[in-house]
C-alpha cells in the first residue's frame, strides 16, 4: 500500500472510507527489540494495542488515525511500555501536524466549521486555542507606543479596555475591564515605559492614578472628543424638553430635524433642519440659546491655540445663564475639573485626537462584527493575534508619521500590533468570526 501519510515509524495497513470520515489503520515498523528505560534489559513483545487519532483530512474529508503499536514489557520489572510516536499529540488524540494546522486557523474561523472538517469536538479546538493564546501571550511583544489611546470598548458582553497606538493606528493590548486591578498590572509590567510620552483618554479619574507612578515621562490629554460629547448631550436634554411641547403644525415641519439640529455642525444641516432651525430660534428661544452654547462650546475646539482656547472657555462660561441649562454647567464643572488635561490638547502632536476617534470607532466596528458565542479570552485573541492584521504597519512602513514616533532603526521585526483598519476590513469580511 502507498504511503500516503508519511509518518515516520508506522505504515498503512488498510484504510476505510465511510460517509463522514476516512479511518487508515497504521502499524509501527518494529525494529530492534529495545531495551528497559528502568533496568537497562532487553524487552519483550507483549501484544498490540490500538488507539486512535484525529490527522489532517483527505480530500476535504476528516481522517482518523488508527495506530495500532506493539507493547514491550519487561521480564524483571513487570513493567508494559507502549512506544512514543513524537508526530502525536496523546493529550490531544490528535497528530501534532493537525493540530499545528488549527493552530494556524483557530482565531480566523469559527471553531464550529473548524470541527466539522476535521471531524474533532469543538471543544477540542477551543482547548487548542487556548494553548495556543497562553503561548502567544507570552511570546508575542509589541512596541511600546509613543502615543497611548486607552478607551472602552463593549466587547464580549462587558466593557472592555483598549489600549491603542495612536501613532500608527494599532491595537496594542486588550484588558478585561479598565479597572485598578487590570490597569496597574498593565503599566507596572509594560516594557519601555519611559517611551510614552501622551496618554489620550477620556474623564475618568481614577485613570491618571493608575499610570502616573509608572509613565515617567507621559502626559495626559483627555480627548476632544469626550469634552464635545458632552457639550452635545447637553443640547439634546433641552432638545427634549421642548420635543413633547411642540405644537402639532410644529411637529410635522419640525420633529423630524430638530434631533439632526442639535448633533450636526452647521455646515452640515440641509434645507430642511436650516429652516427648522429658523423655526426654532423664532418660537423656542431657550432651545435656540441651547443650540448657541452648543455651537460655540465646540468653536473652542477650532481656535489654534492654547491661551486663545482656554480665553474663549472663559467667555463661554461668562454667557452661560445662570438658571437653567443643567447640562451645560455640569459641562464647565468638569472643564474645571479636568482643565490641565483637556487644555493639553494644544501641546501635544495634533493628529492626537483624530487618530484617537478613529481607532475608538474602529475598534467599536470590529466588536459589533465579531463572532457571538465566544468568551472574552477567544475574542481578544482574535483582535490581538489577527495575522493579517499585524502584518501591516510593523517596520518600514512607518517613514511618515508623527514626529517623536522612534521609526529610525525599526526593523521589519517590530511588531505594532494589528492594524486597526486592517481589523475592521476583515471583520466586515467575517474573518474574525
Ligand atoms: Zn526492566
Excluded at 489503520?25 to 519483550?44: H, K, N
Excluded at 484588558?175 to 498590572?185: A, D, G, I, S
Excluded at 443650540?291 to 472663559?314: C, G, N, T
Aim: glycine content about 4%.
Amino acid at each position: 500500500m502507498l504511503d500516503l501519510l508519511n509518518l515516520p515509524g508506522i505504515k498503512p495497513v488498510d484504510l476505510r472510507s465511510d460517509r463522514d470520515s476516512v479511518t487508515i489503520v497504521a502499524e509501527t515498523v518494529d525494529g530492534d527489540l529495545p531495551s528497559c528505560p528502568d533496568c537497562g534489559r532487553p524487552l519483550y513483545r507483549h501484544g498490540k494495542r490500538s488507539n486512535v487519532f484525529a490527522d489532517t483530512p483527505i480530500e476535504m474529508q476528516p481522517v482518523r488515525l488508527e495506530v495500532v503499536r506493539t507493547r514491550y514489557r519487561c521480564e524483571t520489572c513487570r513493567k508494559t511500555i507502549v512506544p512514543e510516536l513524537a508526530f502525536l499529540d496523546e493529550r490531544r488524540r490528535a497528530t501534532k501536524r493537525l493540530v499545528n494546522a488549527i493552530r494556524k486557523r483557530c482565531l480566523s474561523t469559527t471553531f464550529h466549521a473548524l470541527a466539522q472538517e476535521i471531524g474533532l469536538a469543538v471543544n477540542t479546538i477551543k482547548n487548542i486555542s487556548l494553548d495556543l493564546i497562553a503561548e502567544l501571550d507570552k511570546t508575542v511583544r509589541y512596541e511600546t507606543p509613543t502615543i497611548m489611546g486607552i478607551d472602552e470598548v463593549s466587547l464580549a458582553g462587558g466593557y472592555r479596555c483598549i489600549i491603542t497606538n495612536l501613532a500608527t493606528h494599532n491595537v496594542f493590548q486588550v484588558l478585561e475591564y479598565r479597572t485598578q486591578p487590570h490597569l496597574k498590572p498593565f503599566f507596572e509590567n509594560l516594557p519601555d515605559r519611559d517611551k510614552v510620552e501622551w496618554v489620550c483618554t477620556d474623564m475618568w479619574r481614577p485613570f491618571k492614578a493608575s499610570f502616573g507612578p509608572y509613565l515617567p515621562n507621559a502626559k495626559l490629554v483627555v480627548d476632544k472628543f469626550h469634552v464635545d460629547k458632552m457639550a452635545t448631550e447637553a443640547l439634546d436634554s433641552e432638545r427634549k424638553k421642548y420635543q413633547a411641547e411642540l405644537s402639532n403644525d410644529e411637529r410635522v415641519k419640525v420633529k423630524k430635524s430638530i434631533r439632526w439640529i442639535t448633533s450636526k455642525r452647521p455646515g452640515r444641516l440641509s434645507a430642511a433642519e436650516k429652516e427648522a432651525l429658523i423655526v426654532v430660534r423664532a418660537n423656542m428661544p431657550t432651545l435656540a440659546e441651547a443650540y448657541d452654547l452648543k455651537e460655540s462650546f465646540y468653536r473652542i475646539y477650532d481656535l489654534p491655540d492654547k491661551e486663545a482656547a482656554i480665553r474663549a472657555f472663559f467667555d463661554w462660561r461668562q454667557q452661560l445663564p445662570k438658571k437653567g441649562y443643567e447640562l451645560f454647567h455640569r459641562l464647565a464643572k468638569t472643564v474645571d475639573n479636568h482643565f490641565d488635561d483637556i487644555f493639553a490638547y494644544w501641546d501635544c502632536p495634533h493628529r492626537i485626537t483624530n487618530a484617537y476617534t478613529e481607532a475608538k470607532n474602529g475598534v467599536a466596528k470590529v466588536s459589533n462584527r465579531m463572532g457571538r458565542g465566544y468568551s472574552y479570552d477567544i475574542i481578544r485573541a482574535k483582535i490581538l493575534y489577527a495575522d493579517e492584521a499585524r502584518k501591516i504597519g510593523s517596520g518600514v512602513l512607518l517613514k511618515s508619521l508623527v514626529k517623536g514616533v522612534p521609526t529610525k532603526g525599526a526593523s521589519p521585526s517590530i511588531e505594532y500590533g494589528p492594524h486597526i483598519p486592517t481589523l475592521v476590513s476583515m471583520a466586515e469580511e467575517g474573518k474574525l468570526d
